[in-house]
């Protein structure tokens, strides 16, 4: 898609890599092996960081507020981001447990934008061993979401970060999304 930047100069929008999963599926490895080995240069925009820079004070008084706030703007940024020419690579955890459906509000913002949809699984017994192993992690987490991931299938991409390697999983993302 072509726009242009108020001046008549055509900008091309940015390419949107946008990885979706429960916790410890390997989004984040696998968002920074694209970062770390691709040419193309790609900002990377996390679940995470949006949720951490909200109010503590916020979280208590209503954690679903926070949250879908938090991340409805990241989706806002990604939006910002592929307009200013820049191309994304995002990984978060929507569930339908939310206040909000924000796969549809990604969905209606970024009709018509470069986006990749990419689900990143793996296994229930590895999930459970790198939840252990990150410390960082409800114990269990990572279960709990996987009946309510939203969506749960329609994605342009699928990929086991059990099965391959991140580099691999990185290889094949990057292919269907005609990078390299």
């Known amino acids: 898609m072509v726009i ?4 008549n100069n055509i900008m091309t929008k940015g390419k949107i890599i946008f990885f979706n999963g429960v916790s ?3 989004k ?8 770390e080995n691709i040419h193309e240069r790609f900002w990377w925009l996390s679940h995470d960081l949006f949720c951490d820079v909200c ?5 208590k008084e209503d954690w679903n507020e926070a949250h879908c706030q938090a991340l409805m703007m990241m989706i806002q940024n ?7 020419g820049k191309n994304v690579v995002v990984d978060a955890v929507f569930l339908t447990s ?3 459906d924000l796969y549809k509000n990604l969905q209606d913002t970024l009709r018509g934008y470069p986006l990749t949809m990419v689900q990143v699984t793996c296994p229930l017994d590895e999930l459970r061993r790198r939840e252990k192993e990150r410390g960082d992690r409800k114990i269990g987490q990572a279960e709990s979401q996987l009946t309510d991931l939203n969506p749960q299938d329609g994605y342009d991409l699928v990929v086991d970060t059990h099965k391959q390697t ?3 999983c990185a290889e094949a993302v990057l292919k269907f999304a005609n990078i390299i």
């Open 4 to 7: 242009t930047d108020g001046m």
């Open 98 to 100: 939310y206040k909000y």
């Open 55 to 59: 109010s503590k004070r916020f979280w």
């Open 166 to 168: 991140a580099a691999e």
């Open 24 to 26: 410890s599926a390997g």
């Open 28 to 35: 984040t490895t696998l968002a920074n092996e694209i970062l």
């Open 78 to 84: 990604i939006k910002l981001f592929s307009d200013s």
